[in-house]
């Protein structure tokens, strides 16, 4: 139980051009979705919150703008970078948690993502 | 201070022996304490949760935790070359900005097992 997937698991795509990526919880209900961004050899960072039906909560540092994040039902929250720059190119990874297990979360596969 | 600190390594160990992963956390008053693995290139997968002081095992781990030191640690058993990844502590703060169910990710510690 407690599957996550993402989709899609690579992308590439040019400078300026915007990208959405899916996270799905297969089993379970998710009340809370995270997105995070890692960097080689670097540790997760937390970009935002989201919980259903609700606008996410952003940490600071990151632009909202640029990562918009939509969690329209308890199984499906999707992360769009708008307008990429290479510099956006990363590692990104969502995480679910159920409402009978709040704390625990569960990592989807990750996207990685090249911009041109 | 960090908020939840790990060595990064690496720890190198030899096939068969036991690992140790250590990992401090700020806030006294944390109730929720777990360990992921992250090979390289992949998502991080959880291992184990600790609630309790003490110890807790599954196979070939057991977490440690002392609440009154803010330390948990991960032991790993019979180490082998597969264990080979980056381990995460991540720690659900009870300081007064979460969210309630944010965790507190360690940078991690890289564990080598060497055959």
């Known amino acids: 139980g407690a599957v996550v997937s993402q989709h899609p698991s690579r992308v590439i795509c040019k400078s300026g051009t915007s990208v959405k990526i899916e996270c799905r919880s297969l089993?379970?209900?998710?009340?809370?979705m995270f997105w995070y961004r890692q960097f080689p050899k670097k540790s997760l960072m937390l970009m935002a919150t989201?919980?259903?039906?609700?606008?996410?909560?952003?940490e600071q540092g990151v632009e909202k703008d640029k990562f918009l994040i939509n969690h329209a039902s308890l199984t499906l929250s999707t992360l769009t970078v708008t307008s990429a720059h290479p510099e956006d190119s990363s590692f990104y990874i969502c995480s679910a948690s159920t409402a009978g297990e709040t704390d625990t979360q569960y990592f989807g596969p990750g996207t990685r993502l090249t911009v041109l | 201070q960090k908020e939840v600190e790990q060595n990064s390594g690496p720890l190198s160990v030899p096939e068969g022996a036991i690992a140790s992963l250590n990992c401090t956390y700020s806030?006294?008053?944390?109730?929720?304490f777990f360990w992921y693995r992250q090979y390289s290139g992949k998502s991080p997968e959880l291992i184990m949760f600790i609630y309790s002081n003490g110890d807790k095992e599954d196979g070939r781990f057991t977490a440690q935790l002392n609440k009154a030191s803010q330390y948990v640690s991960l032991l790993i058993r019979d180490s082998q070359p597969s264990d080979s990844a980056t381990y995460l502590c991540a720690v659900n703060l009870s300081s007064g900005n979460n969210a309630g169910n944010m965790l507190t990710f360690g940078g991690g510690t890289r564990l080598m097992v060497k055959p």
């Open positions: 089993d379970f209900q998710a009340t809370t």
């Open positions: 806030d006294r008053g944390s109730q929720s």
């Open positions: 989201s919980n259903e039906g609700s606008k996410a909560t952003y």
